[in-house]
C-alpha cells in the first residue's frame, strides 16, 4: 500500500489574548506501508485558501531508514491573534488523507466607528461639533484614545480617552476651533486603533478689501480733514473687523546687501560638497531673488532693492532698512557708525562664507558673544518658536515648530550671549541654539539660519521663513503715524458676504516734514488702500517752537520771542496755540529771549543748523507773589515769636512761615492764586482764618493776626516725709491765693488755667505744718509738675545686733535714727525686745525700753539699748527691732540645752518615671534625712494620685538618711498622675505621662565629642577620644572609624562600609549602646616618620555621622608649637570642612541604617 498521513491529534488553546501567538500544534502519523511525502495546509474560518502549510516526510511505522523521517511527529502552526478579529475563530488542517478541526476564541477589543455627524461648511473663526458613535464589538472592555485629525489626518488635533465594556457603546463629540484655519477644503474625521470614519469640510473666510475714495490731497499742520473709504466683503464668510485710518511717511526703502558672487568659486565649492543636483542661476541671483520675494511680501508701501556690499558704506544715507545678507569685507564698523536713530537692520547668517552678517557683527560688537554653524544631518531644518512675537504674526505661535528650508544640505547657524531677545531656536532633529533674536530698542532683528548662500537658495526657504523675515523688516521699520490730536481714526465694522459700507474718518493733522511723502492709510485686517497727499508747513522758518506754562503746559498766547544774532535782532510773538517762528536766522550759537506778562523772562542759547530748521520749546514759571505780617498777643499787643503761619491754595499748595522775635513773618515763593492763611496751633475757639488773593508777582502785606495766650497748668503729689501720699491736703496760691485745690486718695492735684509766669505753691493739711513754699515756673501751653512735702519722718535704718543668745544673757542693740524731714522734731524711739509680734499694730505697742530722741532736718543720731535675755525663754528664732516712724528689725536665735533637740525627717531626691506606659509597673524611689538633733521613728506615706499606696515606719539617728523605693501599677487611662512621699515633717511630689508608647526611634550613632592633641611628632601615635551617643531608642551596634587626612572626594561618595573601608579606615572600635546611652572609644593612628610638617585633617565616623578635627604634624627635632584650637579657616574644633562629605546618604540621619 501507499503512505497514507493521518492527523492523530489537533491541539488548538480555547481562548488567546489579542497580544499573544496562537499555537496550534499537529500530531501526524503514516499509517501506510511505504513513505510519503504531503503538504500540510492550515485553513482560517471559512477562507478557501491556506494561511500557512508545511510539507512532511514520514516513513512508514517500522523503518527506521532514513532515521530523521518518522512514522509519527508534530507539526506547529503559529497565528498572531494580534492580526484577527476579537471573537470566535475555526482552524482546520488538511492533508492528502484526512482532515481535523477546532476552534478557539481571541479576547481582544473593537472600537467600531460610526455615524460621524460634522458640518459640511464653516466660517472661519466658527467653532464646529463632530460627533460620532464608538461601540466596543470586541469581547473585552478596554480604552482607546479616540482622536479627531484635521487637514493630513496624520496627527490628533483633539483626543478623548474612551473606555468601553464589550458590547458597549457611546457618542464621542469634539468641539473644534477653526479661528487658525485658513479657506479652503479639508479632509477631517475621527479615529480609533481599529477603525476610522472621515469626511470633508469647506472653511470658508471673509475678506474686507479697502478702497479710499475721498482724501484730501494738501493738509498743512493742525488742520482737521476727512476721509472716507468703501469697504466689501469679497469673501464667502461674514465677518467683523476694525478699519483703522493713519498718517504714514511715503515708501520704506529697503536695502539687500550682499557680495559679488564668483560662479567658477561657487561651482568648485559645490563639486567640492558633492552637490550637482541645484540651479547655479538661483544660487548666483541670490541678492536679487531675495529682493524679489521681500517686494512680494512687504506690498507696495515699500520699496526693495539690491545693494553690493562694496559700496554699502556709501549707501547708508539712501535707505531705511538694510537685510544684510553678507557684508562680504564692507567696514561694520563704519557702517554702523553711520546708521542713525530711525534706521534699523536685519542680519542674516548661514553655513559657509557666503552669508556671514551675523558672524561679521559679532566680531564687531561682540554681541553676539559667538556664532556657530554646520552642515551635518539632513534637510528639512526647523524652526522651534520659543516666545510669542510679532515676528511671527500669521506663521506660529510659542511652541510651534515650523519648516525653515528644505535644501539640499542641513546648513544652519545660531547664537549665543545676545544682549536681546531670543525668540526661536534652529536644529536638525533637535535644536542647536538660538536663531532669532530682537534687539532691547527694536532697531535690529537677528536670522541666523535665514542666509541666502552658495548651497541654500532663495527658493530653498518656506513660505513661513519668507513671512518672517518680512515681518522683521516690518518690525524694525521706522514706522511712525502722524495721528495725533486724533478725533476718530478706527470703526468697527461687520459685513456678510458682498456687502460694502462707507467709513469715514476725522483725524487733526500733527506738525510734520513737509518735504518728505506722507500717505493716508485706511487698513483693515486683509488689506490697506493709501494715497499720497503734500503738508504745506507754511512760511520758511528755520527757528521755530512753542511758549507755555511749565506748571500747566498751557500755551501761553502774545508772548514775546527775541533772538540776538550779530547785529540782527529777529523777532515774534506767540499765536493763541503758543507757537512761534523765525525765519531765515543764519547758522550759529544764538541768545534767545522769551518774555511774557505776569511770567520771568527765560534765556537760553540755541545752536541753528546750516540749511535745517531747529525747534525750541519754552516754558516760563509764573511770576511769585509774597506774602506778609504780624502776630501780637491779645492781652498786651507783645509780638508772638515762633508763631507758624501756614497759607494753602485749593491745589494742596502750602507756604509755611514762623514769626522772629518781632513777631513779623513772611511767605515767599506764593504762586498766584486765592490762599486761606491762619495761625498753626491757636487754642480752640481762636482759630483765625484770612482769604489771601495774590496776582503773579504781587506782594500782599498787613495780613496780621491777634492771638490769646495759651494758658498752662500744674500737677503733682503731696506726701508725707515717709513718701506717704495724703489725701484732701490743700495746694494753695502762697502769693494772692489765685488758686486753692485739693488732693485726691493718692495725694495727687491739678491746676488748670495758671498763668504763664513764676507761681509760688504751698501744701496745707490737718496735722502738718504747712510746707515750705515751692516755686514753680510755667511755660505757655505746658504742663510743669510739682510735688511737694508736708510733715517730718524719723527713719531707722542700721540696726546691729547678735544672732544669737544664750538663755539669759544681756544683748546689746543699736540703730541710726533719720528727720527726713524738713523741720525740727522729736520722736520716741522704742526697742522691741525678742518675742515681740511684728504684726500691723506693732506701732502701736509701747514696751518698756525707750528714748526721746530730738533732731533737725535731716539729722541722724545712734540709739543703744541693752536687754536680758528670760531664763525662761523657749530656745529658737525671734524678731526683735527697734522703731521711730518705722520699724527695722532682725532675727535672733535663743539657743538652749543640748538635748532639747527633735528629729526632723525631711524627704529629698524623689524619683519617678517621667512616661510610662498604662498598667505598666513603676519604682519609685526617695531619700529620707533626719535633719533634727536627735533620734526618731517616724512613718513614711506614699501616695498616688491622692491615694495612699503604702506606710513604711522608718527609724532615723540624728544626721542619719536611708533610701526608699515604693512601686505601684499605673492606671489604663492615659493622663498625668502625681506621686507624693510624706513624712511628719516634709513631703515631696512628682509627676509620670501615662500614654501608650509610640513607635521606637530607630538607633543613631552620633558622635558628640571628640578630643585630640593639639600637635604630634612624625612618628608618633596619636590618639583621638570619641564619645557616640546612640539617639535613638532602639539598641544597636555599630563601627567606629578614623579616617586619617582623607581627600573629601573618597568620602563623601560612600554609601556602606565597603565603600568606607576602601577610603582607608586607620582604626575601628565597635560598640553597643543602647537608646540613649553614650559611651567614649579610643581610636588611634600611627603618624608616619616620613610624614610633612603641617596640618592635617582627621574624621571621626559612625555609619552615619561624621565629625572632623585638624592636628599638627611636626618633624621629631623641631619644638612643638601650639596648634590653631579651630577648625579649617578658623571654624571651631569638629566643625564640617566644606561640603558635608556624606550628603550622598551617610550623614544628616539618612546614612546605611537610615
Known sequence: DEGEIDITGLDVPAEVDDDETVEIDIDLENLGDEGAIQEVALYLNEDDEPVDTEVVDMAASGVDDPIDHPA???????????DLDGGDHTVTVETEDDDASDAFTVLASNFEVSNLDAPDEADRGEEITVSVDIANTGNVDDTQAVEYRFDDLGDALDAQNVTLDADEETTVSFDIDTENVTEGTYDHGVFTEDNEATATIDILEAFFSVDITDAPEELAPGETYNVSADVVNAGDAPDEQTIAYEVTEGETDVAVVDGDVDEEELREELADRGVDEVDLDELVDGADNLADTLQDELGDSYDVQTVNAADLVDEVDAYDVFVVNDFDGADVDVFLDELEDDQGVVYLDNWGSS???????????????????????????????????????????AGETIELHDGSAADRAWFDGYSGESIADVGDTGPDGATVGVSEDDDHVLLAAFGRSSFISNADFSAESNAIMANAVEHVDDYAGTASATDHTSEFVSLEPNESTTVEFTNTLAEDDGELEWHHVVESEDDAATAPFTIDDGPNWNVKGTVAEAATDEPIENASVELEAGNETYTNVTDADGKYGLENVPAGEHNLTVD??????????????????????????????????????????????????????????????????????ELDGVSAGTYVVNVVDTPPGYELDEVVTVAPGEHVDGVDFVVDRTAGSIEGTVTNAAGVPIADANVVDADDGAFNVTTAEDGSYE??????????????????????????????????????????????????????????????????????????????????PPGTDFGTDVIDYQPELSETVTLEGGESTTVEFTYEIGADDEPGEYEHGISADEVESTVITIEGDEDDGEPVFNVTGLDAPADAEPGENVTITATLENTGDDAGTQTVTYAFDDETVANETVSLDATESTALEFTTELPADEGTYEHAVSSENDSATAQTDVEEAGEPEPAYFEVTEHDAPESVDAGEELTVNATITNTGDETDQQDVFLFWDSAMSDLEDAESVADLREAGIDSMESIELEGGESETVALTHEVDAETEPGTYQYTVSTLQEMVDGEVTVESAAEAAFPADPGGFDGAPPGAALGANPFENGIANGVGLLG
Do not use: C, W
Open 72 to 82: 509519527e511527529t508534530t507539526i506547529t502552526f503559529e497565528l498572531e491573534a494580534s
Open 355 to 397: 552669508s556671514n552678517a551675523v558672524s561679521d557683527l559679532s566680531d564687531a560688537t561682540d554681541d553676539p558673544s559667538s556664532v556657530e554653524d554646520s552642515f551635518s544631518g539632513s534637510a528639512p531644518i526647523m524652526l522651534d518658536i520659543t516666545d510669542d512675537h510679532a515676528l511671527f504674526d500669521g506663521v506660529a505661535a
Open 596 to 665: 511774557a506778562e505776569n511770567f520771568a523772562a527765560h534765556t537760553e542759547t540755541v545752536e541753528v543748523p546750516e540749511d535745517d530748521v531747529v525747534t525750541v520749546d519754552v516754558g516760563l514759571e509764573k511770576l511769585p507773589g509774597t506774602i506778609s505780617g504780624d502776630v501780637t498777643a491779645s492781652d498786651d499787643d507783645a509780638p508772638v515769636e515762633n508763631a507758624t503761619i501756614v497759607a494753602e491754595n485749593d491745589d494742596g499748595d502750602v507756604h509755611e512761615a514762623t514769626t522772629d522775635e518781632n513777631g513779623s513773618y
Open 751 to 832: 491746676i488748670e488755667d495758671i498763668t504763664p509766669g513764676t507761681n509760688a505753691l504751698r501744701a496745707v493739711a490737718d496735722g502738718y505744718d504747712d510746707s515750705n513754699v515751692e516755686f514753680v515756673e510755667v511755660e505757655t501751653g505746658e504742663t510743669t509738675t510739682a510735688n511737694l512735702t508736708l510733715g517730718t519722718y524719723f527713719e531707722v535704718d542700721d540696726l546691729a545686733a547678735p544672732d544669737t543668745a544664750e538663755k539669759g544673757e544681756e544683748i546689746t542693740v543699736n540703730a541710726t535714727v533719720t528727720n527726713t524731714g524738713e523741720q525740727e522734731d522729736t520722736r520716741m524711739v522704742f526697742y522691741f
